[in-house]
Nanobody, 117 residues
């Protein structure tokens, strides 16, 4: 089994910044990709960004240029640096991992980000 633990959410004013972290643990040999999704009230969960084991990154158009995804050298912790935050970034942010040897993705418990003055 794999566990994902997120941290770093909170309340921030528009234009501010937050950094989310997600650490994977458990029976892991290799992580193919890790990413962040978010779900705003009344909306579907959407992809924010992901990073592959090869270092390839992909971003949703709405966050490109403002958010940066990165990972540690071991590849088991992923970060999401969020700058120039907007009220529309308010959501619960979920970490996701595609782990080798498993037939399902794993999800964290979610961390709430609120952008408000």
């Amino acid at each position: 089994q794999v566990q994902l633990v997120e941290s770093g959410g909170g309340l921030v004013q528009p234009g501010g910044a937050l950094r989310l972290s997600c650490k994977a643990s458990g029976s892991i040999v290799n992580i193919n990709a890790m990413g962040w999704y978010r779900q705003a009230p009344g909306k579907q969960r959407e992809l924010v960004a992901f990073i592959t084991s090869g270092g390839n990154r992909n971003y949703a158009g709405s966050v490109k240029g403002r958010f940066t995804i990165s990972r540690d050298n071991a590849g088991y912790t992923v970060y999401l640096q969020m700058n120039s935050l907007k009220p529309e970034d308010t959501a619960v942010y979920y970490c996701n991992a595609d782990v080798s040897g498993y037939t399902r993705d794993y999800w964290g418990q979610g961390t709430r980000v609120t952008v408000s003055s």
